[in-house]
């Protein structure tokens, strides 16, 4: 047995306003009626959905997400504001995988961790990686993994002018090292002779190998080069 009922928005015009079905319902009798078999939407559920799209590699949208989710995009903006909202549920989806745990130790210690922790979660996630340093970032615990490395900055002796500045460095370096790893083994193939770029060529790693041997080397001499800098600081 299947119910509709309408409802009249202009003059001799029928509109449907919800529709539901009893099944296996005999006449006469009370019937429950079937649980809805779209889950119920949540920012958990919406975030996952679009990371899981993102990730993908198809075009992300929420006309797109909506559709693998398997709701219309009105059902979205109950819970979202719209595409920006749902990229900082990304970054917030993110960083509750990757930023949890609050690194600790010497400033140093504390940039290292950081540093890892962001180089990874970007590695495995490149295609958000456009979206997300596109807009502002908003995410409480995304904003407390960048405050524990500002103070962590401030209180080894890095000016206030300066703070901000190293840790755009410090995400950059991340961000850049992170799809490094998408690159492909061969970033260099001299189709002419050349000096030394050939020979060096031959005999250097390649793949995942070349990319977190270039990123712990560059990795120390980042940290190398604050420490110097803080020297420098210190002497002023």
């Keep these: 047995m299947v119910f509709v009922y309408y409802a009249y928005d202009r003059p001799r015009r029928e509109v449907p306003i919800f529709r539901f079905a009893t099944v296996g319902c005999p006449k006469r ?35 797109a997400l909506a559709r693998s989710l398997g709701v219309t995009p009105s059902s979205l903006y109950n819970h979202v504001d ?28 504390i940039v290292e961790a950081t540093v890892r922790a962001s180089r990874r979660m970007y590695a495995e ?16 615990l995304v904003i407390a993994s960048y405050d524990n490395l500002a103070t962590a900055l401030l209180g080894a002796g890095f000016p206030d002018d ?3 500045m190293v840790i755009a460095i410090l995400d950059s370096f991340a961000i850049g090292f992170g799809l490094d790893l998408a690159s492909p083994d061969d970033i260099w193939r001299p189709e002419t002779p ?3 770029l050939g020979r060096l060529l031959a005999v250097a790693p390649k793949g995942a190998e070349r990319s977190d041997q270039v990123f712990e080397t560059g990795l120390e001499l980042l940290l190398d ?3 110097l800098r803080l020297g420098r600081l210190e002497l002023d």
């Design 82 to 109: 719209g595409r920006d909202a749902i990229i900082e549920l990304m970054r917030g989806r993110l960083g509750s995988t990757y930023l949890t745990e609050t690194p600790s130790g010497t400033w140093d210690e």
């Design 162 to 164: 300066e703070v901000i």
């Design 29 to 63: 009798r009370r019937c429950s009626i079937a649980r809805p078999r779209i889950p119920l939407l949540s920012a958990d559920l919406i975030a996952d959905a679009a990371l899981a799209l993102v990730d993908s590699g198809q075009p992300f949208g929420v006309n």
């Design 225 to 227: 080069a604050l420490r």
């Design 194 to 196: 050349t000096t030394s």
């Design 125 to 140: 996630h490149p295609f958000v990686v456009p979206l997300i340093v596109g807009k502002t970032i908003t995410d409480p």
